[in-house]
């Protein structure tokens, strides 16, 4: 009822009626008869859909639990079985009044017949509001992930947790060893520029670059906690290599912070890139702590890249993507996203 108002709705079921009254006009010899079975079409219809909206909304706390599919299915049966019952009242009284003569296999035709068509009418109905519920859903859905994409460089150009930390190991740092603070402001400039300069595309090896100097900064408050591991293609392949600044870092990040972080032991990381059939591919194996419990649903909720996917689209096309799976053991994710070899 949100979606049409009654007037529309009342006009919606006089063309209904008309439609269904044209195609079974067979059996009309006069327009008097035509007349008659309008009307009483136009009624029963009105009788058995208003009613039956109002009971559909008022179970839509119930079909909102209900998966697509089978409130989809509750309302064609609501609708079908209004529209039987109401066929069915509506030729007694018109049995009643005399209008028509009584036939049971008439009887039977007329209700069969108009259960059907109120089911089809229904069906397709249902088609297009569920069509325009999923353009309105992936428009929603768009501008949330839009909306937190923003809310998320603005927050990524510089990480309250991040920035505190590194602060206080200056702190600690400058009294006890200098030359290693020094070093590490060097690290912490060269990261800050790139995260306020934003979403860019810029060549591999700069990347590369940043992921060096973000884990030479953590590298002091994680002591041997990570084991890196790298597998890259050569100097002269790299060169030629492009991606959106700070993907693989922010990739990283998200799991120093949500597995090594969360742990005694010492991690495992390994990163393998390959550039191969005009598509780069980068796959991140960290491998879990053995001791310390890590809950997988949680794991799966944070390993979520669904922003840095974004970004990598926007330069890349829509074959580009983010997907990470989690198992008991590890941690998989692979960053896959279309690139012409220009060398080629």
Known sequence: MDVMRPWQWLLYIFFWSLFV?????????????????FMSRFVQNTVSIIP????????RPVFTRMSIVKASIYVLMILMIASGITMTL?????????????????????????????????????????RRYREVNA??????????????????????HFFFNTINTLVSLIESNPSRAADLLQHVSA????????????????????????LAIESIRLADKLIMSWQLPDEDVMYDMV?????????????????????????????????????VTITIHVQLPQKTLMINYDLRQHMNFYIQ????????????DIQSTVT????????DYPLQDVSL
């Open 90 to 130: 509506v030729m007694l009284i018109m049995l009643n009044v005399g209008w028509i003569e009584y036939n049971l296999q008439t009887f039977i035709i007329e209700v069969l017949f108009d259960t059907i068509i109120g089911g089809g009418f229904t069906l397709v109905f249902l088609l297009y509001f569920l």
């Open 191 to 214: 990261l800050f520029r790139a995260s306020f300069e934003g979403a860019r595309e810029i060549s591999f090896e700069e990347e590369i670059a940043l992921c060096e100097h973000y």
């Open 21 to 37: 009254t044209v195609i079974d006009r067979h059996d009309l010899a006069t327009w008097s008869e035509f007349m008659i079975k």
């Open 328 to 335: 008991s053991k590890q941690i998989v994710t692979v960053i």
């Open 243 to 279: 991606i959106t600044a700070l993907t693989l870092q922010s990739v990283i990040e998200k799991m120093l912070l949500n597995v090594v972080e969360m742990t005694t032991e010492t991690i495992y990381m390994d990163i393998e890139v390959t550039w191969q059939q005009h598509r």
């Open 139 to 160: 428009l929603k859905q768009s501008f949330e992930y839009k909306l937190t994409a923003q809310n998320d460089v603005i927050k990524a150009r510089l990480a309250p």
């Open 52 to 59: 039956s909206l109002y009971l559909i909304d008022y179970l």
């Open 309 to 320: 996917a974004e970004r990598l689209r926007a330069y890349f096309g829509e074959s580009a």
